[in-house]
Every structure is written in structure tokens, then in C-alpha cells.
Nanobody, 120 residues
């Protein structure tokens, strides 16, 4: 059974940095696109960043230049380096991935989320 598990959430002051990680485990052939999304209280879930298997990236305008997505294919892990953080970055952060699992067709999987709080 495929699982995505996030780690690295916590509290940080404005202007600070935090790195999130999300590791995929279980039985699968391949992981394709991996992404980070977030949901702030009272808001809809929004896209943050995406990375393909070859390292090509795409970012939301709200985080461009401050956040960096990367991945380690050998470890089945995607990272989100967050710099110069702002109060409005406070949210639950979710990773997602398109995975070709042993027991089903290619589909997207989601982690359980990790809380990130930016406050002074």
C-alpha cells in the first residue's frame, strides 16, 4: 500500500526558513510528478510547487523566488525549502505524487499534511 509521509513542519518567525520532506513508501513501479500544496484556515487548498522526474519545476507566483522544490529519486522523497517566510505562509502543507503502484493504475496520492506556522 502506497503512503506519503511528510515531515519537517513547525513554527518559524517571519523571514525565517524551514524545510519539509515527503517520503513515499509501499509497492510501486515509478513516481512521476511530485508536488506541494497548502491549505490555510478558511481557504481552499492551493498549489505551491511541482517537480517532474527529470527535475523540471513549476511554482505558484506567491512562493516564486522564496521556495525551492527538489527531489531525490533514489530515496523516493520530495523536499520543499522555504526561505524568507511570511505570516501568510501559515498553513497545513500537503505533498502529493503521481504513482504507478503495483495494485492499481497510475493515480495521485496525498500525504496527511504537516502544520507550518509563521509568527513573531
Amino acid at each position: 500500500q502506497v503512503q506519503l509521509v511528510e515531515s519537517g513542519g513547525g513554527s518559524v518567525q517571519p523571514g525565517g526558513s524551514l524545510t519539509l520532506a515527503c517520503a513515499a513508501s509501499g509497492g510501486f513501479f515509478s513516481i512521476y510528478d511530485m508536488a506541494w500544496n497548502r491549505q490555510a484556515p478558511g481557504n481552499q487548498r492551493e498549489f505551491i510547487a511541482q517537480i517532474d522526474r527529470d527535475g523540471g519545476t513549476h511554482y505558484a507566483d506567491s512562493v516564486k523566488g522564496r521556495f525551492t522544490i527538489s527531489r531525490d529519486n533514489a530515496k523516493n522523497t520530495v523536499y520543499l525549502q522555504m526561505n524568507n517566510m511570511k505570516i501568510e505562509d501559515t498553513a497545513v502543507y500537503y505533498c502529493s505524487a503521481d504513482i504507478d503502484a503495483y495494485d492499481t493504475t497510475l493515480r495521485d496520492y496525498w500525504g496527511q499534511g504537516t502544520q507550518v506556522t509563521v509568527s513573531s
